[in-house]
């Protein structure tokens, strides 16, 4: 079974300070990949998504992306109490046809 | 341009019971699902419509049966409601590789 991996934390950082979320997934094959927020009782937003190696950047977002050790990191520049939510990675496996499967997210926790 | 809507936001019922649960896009969205999160399990697809006039099965889907009315509204159907079906229900479309788009939410508490 195809699989994507997060630690449900909390993650707590100090505002200001570099947030790193990460998430490892089991198939190789994988071909794009989502980062979604979801604040508590709202639906998941879309962050970001990559599909080849390396960073993608937008505002204080990254998202790096690495197929050979099969994971997939969010990084968080400058971050703010607004930050705080929990962020699920998504994964859209080869073969999965138009499906994504989601990990069980990362609770974020941006503290003053 | 309302995105993805859901109808109802909230619906308690009793065991046996049934609903239907009502999505639609106007996004022109190939692709719908149906999936439900419940605490420490993450988003679980129950069930999919690669495309209009096609329903698939994804990883939780007894229990519900799903109807792909025409390429804006996907429903799901719970014929005989039980407590383990309790749980936040959330719609989503997308186009084919690209961003996946999601509902408000409909949160379901069956007694």
């Known amino acids: 079974q195809k699989e994507v991996e997060q630690n449900s934390g909390p993650l707590s950082v100090p505002e200001g300070a570099i947030a790193s979320l990460n998430c490892t997934y089991s198939?190789?094959?994988?071909?794009?990949f989502f980062w979604y927020r979801q604040y508590s009782g709202k639906s998941p937003e879309l962050i970001m998504f990559?599909?080849?190696?390396g960073d993608k950047e937008d505002g204080r977002f990254t998202a790096q992306l690495n197929k050979a050790s099969q994971y997939v990191s969010l990084l968080i520049r400058d971050s703010q109490p607004s930050d705080s939510a929990t962020y699920l990675c998504?994964?859209?496996?080869?073969?999965?046809?138009?499906?994504?499967?989601f990990g069980t997210g990362t609770q974020l926790k941006v503290e003053l | 341009n309302a995105g993805v809507t859901q109808t109802p936001k909230f619906q308690v019922l009793k065991t046996g019971q049934s609903m239907t649960l009502q999505c639609a896009q106007d996004?022109?969205?190939?692709?719908m699902y149906w999936y439900r999160q419940d605490p420490g399990m993450g988003l679980r697809l129950i069930y999919y419509?690669?495309?209009?006039?096609?329903?698939d099965k994804g990883e939780v889907p007894n229990g519900y049966n799903v109807s792909r009315l025409n390429k804006r509204e996907f429903s799901l159907r719970l014929e005989s409601a039980a407590p383990s079906q309790t749980s936040v229900y959330f719609c989503?479309?997308?186009?084919?590789?690209?961003?996946?788009?999601f509902g408000p939410g409909t949160r379901l508490l069956v007694l």
């Open positions: 989503a479309s997308r186009r084919y590789q690209e961003t996946q788009y």
């Open positions: 419509s690669a495309s209009e006039g096609t329903t």
């Open positions: 198939d190789r094959g994988s071909q794009s």
């Open positions: 990559i599909y080849s190696n």
């Open positions: 998504a994964v859209n496996f080869e073969g999965g046809g138009n499906k994504l499967t």
């Open positions: 996004m022109n969205h190939n692709s």
